[in-house]
């Protein structure tokens, strides 16, 4: 029929719809190797183990954050008898992760999440940056 | 008895990808060389049907539709319901494609006292099918952070979009809940009325309860059980870019969903889930009602011999005149 050409356009257009990202990684060289996020060079262990960090950070900032705006406790007891005090920029991005850009938004740009706290929680290091 | 079978199909695909994604050497079977095979069989397979499909012939159009069709200047036609040309039927196909326009014409037959028949829109089908495809399509839009890096513009904006009110940590999406709200509705659908569910098949729920599954296991890893989302990206950059790799991070969690999801695909081409494709090539809803303006030519005409009057009176000529019938000639 004259309507085969149409139908073997819109075949390829679906195909290369749902290959698309073997071509979008093909052309831009992309690998399976991760966003390797910079460690601190001062610590050897987090707040809590590697492996809890890795999949549940943003639920352990919010427990904090409850614990901190709601019931007015500040101290977070580790798992390893540690303690801190439980703050976003005071403690994460001021004692450990000073290198935000390297360390916490590798990891987001790489994962595509848009976090949001920055709207209203500030690096330290540019803060500290535009007070000078 | 068919919804309870698929559903323990499903479950015991789940199972089986959960269990076995504990034994280390399986790993590599589940998360690379299943879903290698998956994709493949659906890329391929899709094209067949499609294929197969473009060689029926199409001799002429069919009208099935409900409005006038084009013919003196004077006569109103119908150029959305019954179009006569190329842009009418464009935008018959989108308004079919992206709002399922027909089935919001979906209505109901019901036998009442007296007895009385009584005709009622019924639009709730409409709904929960417009619900169920729309949020499944921004959840694979979405689901492209996995396999581009860097992610695209407009995967962070919808994404963004579809976390908009912001409730808990990880963002609730609102796609999530249309999804999962709009499965049990059609499920709820098929199972709640007689009639209709005298006439659902096994493959009617199973693609309902599969797909189900795959929704809830993704809920599942995002909102409760947590996973390591960077090795799971790890992954699914590897199978994109041939050079699969199955991270220690990568948890059986993940291989149940990838598991459903690559016997989604395999199971896709040979399908009603092949309605994806069919209905851009539905004769009813792509075909310009033009039979009577433009000559259509049976494609597969021979000749044939044919009798015609002329002859047969040429043939008959004395027997008529002698019964004193009239003659042409
Ligand atoms: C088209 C078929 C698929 C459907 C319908 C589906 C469905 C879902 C749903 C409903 C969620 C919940 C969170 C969200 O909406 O993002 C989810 C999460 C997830 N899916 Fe899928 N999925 C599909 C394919 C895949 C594939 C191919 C991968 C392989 C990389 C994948 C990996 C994930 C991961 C890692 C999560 C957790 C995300 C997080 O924790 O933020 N999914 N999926």
């Not at chain 1, 262990?45 to 492996?51: F, R, T």
């Not at chain 2, 539709?65 to 039927?89: D, F, Y």
């Not at chain 2, 929704?215 to 990206?233: C, E, H, N, P, T």
């Amino acid at each position: 029929m004259r309507d085969r050409g149409v139908i073997y356009t819109g075949l390829l257009v679906f195909l290369g719809i749902i290959t698309f990202p073997m071509w979008h990684d093909w052309a831009a060289g992309t690998t399976s190797r991760g966003p390797d996020p910079v460690l601190p060079a001062q610590e050897k262990q987090c707040v809590a183990p590697l492996s809890t960090m890795r999949t549940s950070h943003m639920q352990l900032l919010m427990d904090w954050r409850d614990g901190v705006v709601r019931r007015n406790v500040h101290t977070y007891t580790a798992f390893n008898g540690r303690n801190f005090n439980m703050s976003l920029t005071g403690t994460c991005l001021t004692g450990c992760h000073t290198n935000k850009a390297d360390f916490c938004d590798r990891c987001h740009n790489y994962a595509g999440v848009a976090v949001y706290c920055w709207d209203c929680h500030v690096d330290p290091k540019l803060a500290r940056r535009s007070a000078k | 008895m068919k919804a309870l079978s698929s559903l323990a199909l499903v479950v015991a695909l789940a199972a089986l990808a959960f269990f076995l994604g504990r034994v280390e050497p399986l790993r590599v079977v589940l998360g690379v060389i299943i879903p290698y095979v998956a994709i493949a069989i659906f890329l391929a397979g899709v094209s067949y049907k499609v294929i197969v499909w473009s060689l029926s012939p199409v001799p002429f159009r069919i009208p099935t539709s409900c409005g006038q069709q084009k013919s003196l200047s004077w006569i109103k036609a119908g150029w959305l319901e019954n179009p006569h040309s190329t842009p009418g039927v464009v935008a018959r196909m989108a308004l079919e494609v992206l709002l399922f326009r027909s089935l919001f014409r979906n209505t109901k037959a019901e036998l009442r006292e007296g007895p009385r028949l009584i005709y009622g829109e019924r639009r709730f089908l409409w709904l929960g099918a417009l619900a169920f495809h729309w949020s499944f399509l921004v959840i694979f839009v979405r689901h492209l952070r996995f396999f581009i890096e860097p992610v695209p513009r407009l995967v962070m904006v919808l994404d963004r979009l579809d976390s908009f009110f912001q409730v808990g940590i990880p963002l609730l999406y609102i796609t999530d809940v249309t999804i999962v709200a709009a499965l049990l509705y059609l499920l709820l659908r098929r199972l709640r009325d007689p009639q209709v569910r005298y006439i659902s098949l096994f493959a009617d729920y199973f693609a309902l309860f599969l797909i189900l599954g795959l929704a809830l296991s993704g809920v599942w890893m995002r909102y409760f059980a947590r996973i390591d989302v960077v090795a799971v990206k790890q992954l699914a950059i590897g199978l994109v870019t041939f050079s699969p790799i199955v991270p220690r991070e990568v948890t059986s969690l993940f291989l149940v969903h990838l598991i459903l999801l690559s016997t989604l695909l395999a199971y896709f081409p040979f399908s009603k889930l092949m309605h994806m494709g069919g209905i851009f090539l539905s004769p009813t809803r792509n075909l310009a009602n033009n039979n009577r303006r433009k000559r259509h030519v049976n494609p597969w005409d021979y000749p044939v011999p044919v009798h015609p009057y002329q002859e047969w009176e040429a043939e008959f000529h004395d027997k008529i005149a002698a019964a004193g019938l009239p003659l042409e000639k």
